[in-house]
């Protein structure tokens, strides 16, 4: 089992010039801090037959998946 504690990251200002697409083209800047707050993450492999998935990661939901690709959370896979 995998558990993940990451801290909370709040932009303040920037909004959009963070991507690449278009700070080379604008230029920007962004403002952003970490808090005293946290993100968990668990993430399970699972070895027995008995289900129809190998991997289990949890955060405000459940995604059960066969591979790594298939997980949704972006910021997860």
């Not at 080379?24 to 952003?32: D, K, N, Q, S, W």
């Not at 808090?35 to 993430?43: C, T, Y």
């Amino acid at each position: 089992m995998i558990i993940s504690k990451t801290p909370l990251r709040i932009s303040f200002l920037g909004g959009g010039t963070d991507y690449p697409e278009y700070f080379r083209t604008e230029g920007g800047a962004v403002l952003g801090s970490a808090i005293d707050k946290a993100s968990f993450l668990s993430a399970t492999p699972i070895y027995s037959r008995m289900f129809d998935y190998s991997i289990k990661v949890a955060y405000r939901r459940t995604e059960c998946v066969h591979s790594l690709e298939e997980i949704e959370h972006g910021p997860y896979r």
